[in-house]
């Protein structure tokens, strides 16, 4: 009974820290294409170790590359991003964000699918760029909607994102960015019913 009560205790303490840990549920990309992946978690967790994990193999923070894997804590935005080069289907799984704190690990997981296909939600860059006071524009096709991660949503059916306005065009929906601020800086996302695609303005 105590072994159960510990354990028990343990599971509550891990699934407490995913709330402080974000990113998105789902990604789909066709292979061969490079992904990033941004898990953006609270101030507390910053000196502490990052990594990413996924199939019994962890990929840390604190080592230059792996392979196709590369992942980077930015201290500064509070974020770290694992970004995987030349995706194979066989990356496809579940994988997990995790901060590495004493007698436990905080995390939260999402799902890569690897397509042979071309994905269904696709964006041309999942990195765009403005200057203050100016406008962004981002198209993601096969999107109903565009997110700010820890944030709120705006989209085809309604739902309101501050300076920005979202226009239906057929297959795409753009997304524009205007009289940007320093505060806009950060990881957005496109989805639709099945999946997220991250991008950083």
Known sequence: MMME????????????GTQDIHTVSKISVQKQQTITIPCLYDQK????????SSGGVFFFSHHVAHDRMSVVDNKTENVVTATLRE?????????WCAVTLPG??????????VTEA???????????SGYEGGNVTIRCHGASRWCKIRGSCVGRDGGSLERTAVHDDGDDLRVT??????????????????????VHA
């Not at 354990?7 to 407490?16: I, K, S």
């Not at 967790?45 to 990413?52: E, F």
């Not at 960015?177 to 999946?195: A, F, K, P, T, V």
Request: with cysteine.
């Open 104 to 113: 436990y690990d905080a995390a939260t997981h999402l799902y890569l699918q």
């Open 87 to 95: 995706a194979e289907v066989s990356d496809s799984g579940t994988y």
């Open 177 to 198: 960015l205007w009289q940007l601020q320093r505060e806009d800086s950060g990881w957005y996302y496109c989805s639709n019913e099945d999946s997220q695609m991250p």
């Open 118 to 128: 071309e994905a269904e939600l696709r964006v041309s860059s999942q990195s765009v």
């Open 45 to 52: 967790y910053v000196n502490y170790p990052k990594y990413m």
């Open 5 to 16: 009560t510990l354990l028990l205790m343990v599971l509550l303490t891990h699934a407490a």
